[in-house]
């Protein structure tokens, strides 16, 4: 199965700042890569697929990049509800697997 | 706008099964161009991917899990099943039914609020 590494496992960060996230695949997944965002007690949300389309209604602030093994997802100016958890995750094949999360605290 | 609802116990012993379902609204399972899948969110916060159906009622599993899983699919009431045998307090999860686009497109772009299980006696 591919493994995806996230880092940073945490990262603090004020509002208006520049954000990245890396995820890295064990092997090339070519751009088959989606990113998440998960507040407290909710379900993961879509923000993010094929590397760097950002799905309906996701604000220009997120945005992505990569390809093969080496991925990145930033938030240019951080605003107070993007504090949060973010999860990659490949679809090259089965199993789905995903990143470890990246937490974003004030 | 699709919605999916899980539903089911809270609370399972062990050795026994669990047994959860996901009422869709707002599409069909019985039309093409979706897998229905279920994830679950272990009390560290890693996501596993658990399986996925097809509208043919073609299912995928992940073979890195040790329990024995089956998904089903019900289009008469527009839901779809999970069941797990034989579960442990490893099974002890935040449970998400979703959709993922089929093709080369497996991203999860609608999940279910969650639902918590704890495997306990």
């Known amino acids: 199965d591919v493994q995806m590494t996230q880092s940073p496992p945490s990262l603090s960060a004020s509002v208006g700042d520049s954000v990245s996230i890396t995820c890295q695949a064990s092997?090339?997944?070519?751009?088959?890569l989606s990113w998440y965002q998960q507040k407290p007690g909710k379900a993961p949300k879509l923000l993010i697929f094929?590397?760097?389309t950002l799905a309906a209604g996701v604000p220009s602030r997120f945005s992505g990049r990569g390809s093969a093994t080496h991925f990145t997802f930033t938030i240019s100016s951080l605003q107070p509800e993007d504090f949060a958890t973010y999860f990659c995750?490949?679809?090259?094949?089965?199993?789905?697997?995903f990143g470890g999360g990246t937490t974003v605290e004030i | 706008q699709v919605q999916l609802q899980e539903s089911g116990p809270g609370l399972v012993e062990p050795s026994q099964t669990l047994s959860l379902t996901c009422s869709v609204s707002?599409?069909?399972?019985?039309?093409?161009?979706?897998?229905w899948t279920w994830v679950r969110q272990l009390p560290g916060g890693g996501l596993e991917w658990i399986g996925y159906?097809?509208?043919?009622?073609?299912?995928y599993y992940n073979p890195f899990l040790k329990t024995p899983i089956s998904i089903s699919l019900d289009t008469s009431e527009n839901r779809f099943s999970l069941s797990l045998s034989s579960v442990t307090v490893a099974d002890s999860a935040v449970y998400y039914c979703?959709?993922?686009?089929?093709?080369?497109?497996?991203?999860?772009?609608?999940w279910g609020q969650g639902i918590l299980v704890a495997v306990t006696s």
């Open positions: 092997q090339d997944i070519r751009h088959y």
């Open positions: 707002g599409a069909s399972v019985r039309s093409g161009g979706f897998y």
């Open positions: 979703a959709r993922a686009p089929d093709g080369n497109s497996n991203w999860l772009d609608s």
């Open positions: 159906i097809y509208t043919s009622g073609a299912a």
């Open positions: 094929d590397a760097a």
């Open positions: 995750q490949h679809y090259l094949n089965l199993p789905l697997t």
